[in-house]
């Protein structure tokens, strides 16, 4: 278990890159870095309104551990709509990326995503939120560690690998890939909106809830629904969303 809990914790076996994904996407901007075992991508999709003369915020958004980036910019849509624009960094070894993902890699790789959007004449660097689903709540807590953010969304996300590791039967001392996100909310002096599902099975809720406990400025939200059902009500999120970064 102790060899095959990197497979375990990103099973990008079960993820598909279609080769035309992008295609028909409004204004996409397809931008790379280059990392130690090669190119890994992220896409740039600019808010309404917002352009080089025009700099607006930005939500960063990482996916779950199943997930690649082309799943989420008809889902995510309404950040746009409000004059937000969406950074989707990928995972190494996900989709079109090269290499192997693991703690290290991601924090890296997200560090240098992070340092290209912040040079963008079309972003204000005083308006970046980071916003994580599941495992990409442990993304960009990795990258919080480094790099702060206005505020952060987590959704649906753990205290720490080491945590849950007993769901799949990895005792939580031979855990590698720590993602240790509940030691980083405790550090970060920003408001942060915690959002879950009580009925999550895969991530229980007693995650948001120490998570909550653990931070300056927390807000929790509790959705009546499962982890991949999170959230049940679309027009609720966004309203809460917008509530959250007061647009």
């Not at 509790?222 to 059902?229: E, L, Q, V």
Request: glycine share 6%; aromatic share 12%; hydrophobic share 40%.
């Amino acid at each position: 278990m102790y060899l095959l809990q990197r497979d375990i914790l990103f099973p990008r076996q079960y993820t598909d890159p279609h080769p035309s994904a992008g295609v028909g996407i409004a204004d996409l901007e397809k931008l790379w870095i280059e990392s130690e075992e090669g190119p890994v991508e992220s896409w740039f999709l600019p808010g309404e309104g917002v352009h080089h003369n025009h700099p607006g915020p930005v939500v960063l958004f990482a996916h779950g551990n199943a997930e690649l980036i082309e799943y989420w910019p008809d889902m995510l849509a309404k950040y746009r709509k409000m004059g937000v624009s969406l950074f989707l960094p990928e995972f190494r070894g996900y989709g079109r990326s090269a290499g192997i993902p693991s703690e290290k890699a991601i924090t890296e790789d997200f560090i240098k995503f992070y340092d290209l959007l912040v040079d963008r004449p079309d972003v204000d660097v005083k308006r970046i939120v980071f916003h994580g689903r599941s495992m990409g709540g442990g993304a960009v807590c990795a990258l919080a560690a480094y790099r702060k953010p206005q505020a952060l969304i987590l959704q649906s996300t753990f205290t720490s690998i080491a945590d849950m590791s007993w769901k799949f039967y990895i005792p939580g001392f031979v855990v590698e890939e720590t993602f240790d996100n509940l030691a980083v909310v405790k550090e970060l002096d920003i408001p942060i909106l915690i959002i879950h599902g009580k009925q999550d099975d895969l991530i229980p809720f007693q995650h948001a809830e120490k998570l909550y406990q653990a931070s300056r400025h927390a807000e929790l939200i509790a959705y009546d629904c499962d982890h991949n059902t999170c959230p049940p009500d679309w027009e609720v999120f966004w309203q809460d969303i917008r509530s959250f970064l007061r647009l």
